[in-house]
C-alpha cells in the first residue's frame, strides 16, 4: 500500500510548494512561463483537493480529480459563495496568521472567514507588494498616504483594513493617517491634508473605498470646493459602489477627481480587491503613462493568476470584450483554493479584463448594458449612500472654518 | 450592525453550481466604513466631538491663508 502524502503546513510537499510559489512570484511582471504555472497550479490543486474536504466532494461531483487534471483551465473554480456557506482553509485552521471576512458579507449571520497562514501571508504580501509598488507607487520611494477606511485594529475582520495596512507601512510615510476613526469619517483631516498639499507643494495618495471618495467628491462639487493638488498626487480605489446615490460614470468620477482635486486621469488608478483572491488586479494606466505608453485602461493580469470571463448560463469561457462572470486562478491562493468563480461582471480586453458589476441571479435576466457605465464595479448599498451623504453634509461649514484660520 | 437582505439567502450543504448568483452582492468593506460613520457622526456626542477636533486645529494652524474656495 502506497505511503499517504502528507499535506500539513510542516509537510516538504508544502513548504517546497510555497517556496516555488513565492520564487515564481517574485520573477515579476515580464515572467512568460505558462509551463511553470501550469505545474505549480496542478500541485496546489493536489493539496486543496486533499486538504479542502467540501471542495473534494464537488470536485468528485465534477469528475475532476488531481490525477486527472492535466491543466490549470481543467480546475474546479469555487462559487465565491462557498467561502461562506464553508471552511475553505487547505491547513489547519488553528495556525492561521489572518482571519477575515468574505467579499459582500454584510450579514453577521452568514459572515465567511477568510484564513490564511504564515506561508499564505508572505504569498499575498509579496504578490501584492509588488503589484502596489509597479502600478501605484512606481516613481515614488514614499508618500503622504489618506486612507479611506478604518485601521486593521479598529476593524480586524475587513480584509481592505488589513491589506492597507501593509500598504501604509511598506509605501507611506510617518504622517500617513486614517480617515476612517472610531469617530467617523474625519472630514477636518481630510481636507487639513488636501490644503496642506497644495501649500507645501508636497503630492498626496488617497487610497481606499470607492464609495467615499465619490461622496467626497461629490459633496466638494455641491459646496463648491475645489483644490489643486500637486502633480504626482493619486488616488486609488477599490470597492466599487451601487450607483444609488446618483449617478457617476467612470468617466465622470475621472473628470470630478481632476475638477475638484487636480489629479490626473492616469494618476486614478481603481483596483479589484477581494477576500476569495489573494492578488489584487490594477489599473495599467499609471505604469503606461510613465513608459509613455498609449494603450486603453484595464485591470492587469499578473503572470502568477489567470482571468477568464465565462457565460453566465453554461460557465464556458467568452471571447474577449463579450460580458460574463469573471473567473480567477490565483497562485497566491495557496491557503484557500486555486480557482475562484466570482459573481463579478466582466470583459476580457486584449491583454487584462476590466470588471463592470457584480450579477445577482433573476432568472433569465442579465441586464449588463444597464450598470456598464459604473466606476470600480457598483456593489454598494443604498443604505451606505444615505449614510455618506449624511455624514458629508457639513463639508463646506468645515472646510471654511479650517480655511478661515489659516 | 448593518443587515441588509440576509433572509432571502438560500442554505447550501454543499458547494454547488447554484451558489453562483446567490451571494450577498454587497461590499463588506464599504458597508464597514458607511456603518461606521452611521454610528459615530451623528448626534449630540459626535457633534460635539468634530466641534472640539476643529477648535484643536484653530489652534494649531497658522496664519497662512493662501486657500481658496
Not at chain 1, 244 to 251: A, D, K, L, V
Not at chain 1, 257 to 265: A, D, F
Not at chain 1, 338 to 348: C, I, Y
Not at chain 1, 370 to 376: L, N, T, V
Given at each position: 500500500?502506497?505511503?499517504k502524502t502528507?499535506y500539513?503546513?510542516e509537510?516538504?510537499?508544502?513548504?517546497?510548494?510555497?517556496?516555488?510559489?513565492l520564487?515564481?512570484?517574485?520573477?515579476?511582471?515580464e515572467?512568460?512561463?505558462e509551463?511553470?504555472f501550469?505545474?505549480?497550479t496542478?500541485?496546489e490543486?493536489?493539496?486543496?483537493y486533499?486538504?479542502?474536504?467540501p471542495?473534494?466532494?464537488?470536485?468528485?461531483?465534477k469528475?475532476?480529480t488531481?490525477d486527472?487534471?492535466?491543466?490549470?483551465?481543467?480546475i474546479?473554480?469555487?462559487?465565491?459563495?462557498?467561502f461562506?456557506?464553508?471552511?475553505?482553509?487547505s491547513?489547519?485552521?488553528?495556525?492561521a496568521?489572518?482571519a477575515?471576512?468574505?467579499s459582500?458579507?454584510?450579514?453577521?449571520r452568514?459572515?465567511?472567514?477568510?484564513l490564511?497562514?504564515?506561508?499564505a501571508?508572505d504569498?499575498?504580501?509579496a504578490?501584492n507588494?509588488l503589484l502596489?509598488r509597479?502600478?501605484v507607487?512606481?516613481?515614488v520611494?514614499r508618500m503622504?498616504?489618506l486612507l479611506?477606511?478604518?485601521s486593521?485594529?479598529m476593524?480586524p475582520?475587513?480584509?481592505?483594513?488589513?491589506?492597507l495596512d501593509?500598504?501604509?507601512?511598506?509605501f507611506?510615510t510617518?504622517?500617513?493617517?486614517?480617515l476612517?476613526t472610531?469617530?467617523?469619517l474625519?472630514v477636518?483631516?481630510?481636507?487639513?491634508?488636501l490644503?496642506d498639499?497644495?501649500?507645501?507643494?508636497?503630492p498626496?495618495?488617497?487610497?481606499g473605498?470607492?464609495v467615499?471618495?465619490?461622496?467626497?467628491?461629490?459633496?466638494?462639487?455641491?459646496?463648491?470646493?475645489?483644490?489643486?493638488?500637486?502633480h504626482?498626487?493619486r488616488?486609488?480605489?477599490?470597492?466599487?459602489?451601487?450607483g444609488?446615490?446618483?449617478?457617476?460614470?467612470?468617466?465622470e468620477y475621472?473628470?470630478k477627481?481632476?475638477?475638484?482635486?487636480?489629479?490626473?486621469?492616469y494618476?486614478?488608478?481603481n483596483?479589484?480587491?477581494?477576500?476569495e483572491?489573494?492578488?489584487?488586479?490594477?489599473?495599467?494606466?499609471?505604469d503606461?503613462?510613465?513608459?509613455g505608453?498609449?494603450?486603453e485602461?484595464?485591470k492587469?493580469i499578473?503572470?502568477?493568476?489567470?482571468?477568464e470571463?465565462?457565460?453566465?448560463?453554461n460557465r464556458?469561457?467568452?471571447?474577449?470584450?463579450e460580458v460574463?462572470?469573471?473567473?480567477?486562478?490565483?497562485?497566491?491562493?495557496?491557503?484557500?483554493v486555486?480557482?475562484?468563480?466570482?459573481?463579478?461582471?466582466?470583459?476580457?480586453t486584449?491583454?487584462?479584463?476590466?470588471i463592470i458589476g457584480?450579477?445577482?441571479?433573476k432568472?433569465?435576466k442579465?441586464d449588463a448594458e444597464?450598470?456598464?457605465?459604473?466606476?470600480?464595479g457598483?456593489?454598494?448599498?443604498?443604505?451606505g449612500?444615505?449614510?455618506?451623504?449624511?455624514?458629508l453634509?457639513?463639508?463646506?461649514?468645515?472646510?471654511?472654518k479650517?480655511?478661515?484660520?489659516? | 450592525m448593518?443587515i441588509?437582505r440576509?433572509?432571502?439567502i438560500?442554505?447550501?450543504?454543499?458547494?454547488?453550481?447554484?451558489?453562483?448568483?446567490?451571494?450577498?452582492g454587497i461590499c463588506?468593506?464599504?458597508?464597514?466604513v458607511s456603518n461606521?460613520i452611521?454610528?459615530?457622526?451623528?448626534g449630540k456626542e459626535?457633534?460635539?466631538?468634530?466641534?472640539?477636533k476643529?477648535?484643536?486645529?484653530?489652534?494649531k494652524?497658522t496664519n497662512?491663508?493662501s486657500?481658496r474656495?
Open positions: 500500500m502506497p505511503e502528507d500539513s503546513l509537510s516538504d510537499f508544502v513548504k517546497e510548494l510555497d517556496r516555488d510559489i520564487e515564481f512570484i517574485r520573477r515579476g511582471m515572467n512568460q512561463d509551463d511553470g501550469n505545474k505549480l496542478l500541485r490543486f493536489e493539496l486543496q486533499n486538504t479542502i474536504e471542495y473534494k466532494k464537488y470536485c468528485d461531483k469528475g475532476i488531481p486527472i487534471a492535466g491543466n490549470w483551465m481543467q474546479p473554480a469555487v462559487p465565491s459563495l462557498a461562506k456557506e464553508f471552511v475553505m482553509a491547513f489547519s485552521v488553528d495556525k496568521e489572518q477575515y471576512f468574505t459582500g458579507t454584510t450579514d453577521p452568514r459572515k465567511g472567514s477568510i490564511r497562514d504564515k506561508g501571508v504569498l499575498i504580501n504578490a507588494g502596489t509597479k502600478y507607487f512606481q516613481n520611494e503622504k498616504i479611506m477606511t478604518p486593521p485594529q476593524a475582520g475587513i480584509g481592505m483594513a488589513v491589506g501593509r500598504v501604509r507601512t511598506e507611506g510617518p504622517e500617513s493617517a486614517y476612517i472610531p469617530r467617523g474625519n477636518e483631516v481630510l481636507l487639513k491634508a490644503l498639499a497644495e501649500n507645501s507643494g508636497k498626496l495618495a488617497l487610497v473605498s470607492t467615499g471618495f465619490i461622496y467626497f467628491l461629490q459633496a466638494c462639487e455641491t459646496e463648491g470646493l475645489s483644490f489643486k493638488l500637486p504626482g498626487s488616488i486609488c480605489d477599490g470597492g466599487g459602489y451601487l444609488q446615490f446618483g449617478e457617476c460614470s467612470r468617466e475621472f473628470e477627481c481632476s475638477r475638484v482635486l487636480g489629479i490626473e486621469e494618476y486614478c488608478i483596483v479589484l480587491g477581494m477576500g483572491i489573494s492578488t489584487n488586479f490594477f489599473d495599467n494606466v499609471l503606461n503613462h510613465l513608459k505608453k498609449d494603450e485602461r484595464y492587469v499578473p503572470p502568477w493568476t489567470r482571468t470571463v465565462v457565460d453566465i448560463t464556458i469561457r467568452l471571447p474577449k470584450g460574463g462572470l469573471l473567473r480567477h486562478y490565483d497562485l497566491a491562493n495557496r491557503s484557500m486555486l480557482a475562484v468563480q466570482t459573481d463579478n461582471l466582466g470583459f476580457e486584449d491583454y487584462g479584463f476590466e457584480r450579477w445577482k441571479k432568472p433569465g442579465l444597464e450598470i456598464k457605465a459604473g466606476h470600480g457598483k456593489i454598494m448599498t443604498q443604505l449612500n444615505f449614510l455618506l451623504r449624511r455624514s453634509k457639513k463639508i463646506g461649514n468645515v472646510y471654511r479650517i480655511a478661515k484660520e489659516r | 448593518i441588509i440576509s433572509s432571502k438560500k442554505k447550501f450543504s454543499e458547494i454547488t453550481d447554484e451558489m453562483i448568483g446567490a451571494a450577498d463588506s468593506c464599504a458597508s464597514t461606521i452611521n454610528s459615530q457622526n451623528k459626535g457633534k460635539t466631538s468634530l466641534k472640539k476643529l477648535n484643536s486645529l484653530k489652534k494652524f497662512n491663508n486657500c474656495q
